[in-house]
């Protein structure tokens, strides 16, 4: 699937919830389903700077795309951060780098974040667009 495809489902699941607990509710189950990073790569490095809780995040070049995997210490930001490598995970480094991030506002996410949980949003997404960079300058 495209990251415009995998957006527009992600749009149309929270569309199926009535209000924001449930969507909550939604979050943090994705975050039960969230590809771990390994635990050699839970060091500093790997920290995503900004997040008020810890965020893990590793890419890896696979061929000809980008994969994910993360962690949080908080089940919320586990949430969060499942939802965007379910968007960017498998995808080539120039898609990741010219995606466009509507969906964010679409599914009303940032809205309904506090501003250190939102910064840390803008922070995630920062880092992944960075590991593309990275692998898309390597090729």
Not at 11 to 23: C, G, H, L, P, T
Not at 61 to 67: H, I, L, N, P
Request: glycine share 6%; hydrophobic share 45%.
């Amino acid at each position: 699937m495209t990251i415009k495809e995998i957006q527009d489902e992600i749009i149309d699941e929270f569309a199926m919830f009535d209000d924001w607990m449930q969507r909550y509710e939604y979050i943090i189950e994705l975050g039960k389903n969230l590809p771990l990073i390994k635990e050699e790569f839970k060091t500093e490095d790997n920290i995503i700077k900004g997040c008020q809780s810890k965020v893990w995040l590793q890419g890896e070049q696979q061929g000809d795309t980008v994969a994910f995997t993360a962690d949080s210490d908080a089940i919320l930001t586990k949430g969060i951060i499942a939802i965007l490598i379910r968007v960017f995970s498998n995808q080539k480094p120039a898609d990741i780098l010219e995606a466009d991030m509507d969906f964010i506002d679409a599914i009303g996410l940032k809205e309904h974040l506090s501003p250190t949980r939102a910064n840390g949003l803008v922070s995630m997404i920062k880092n992944i667009k960075m590991y593309a960079l990275a692998f898309q300058s390597k090729n």
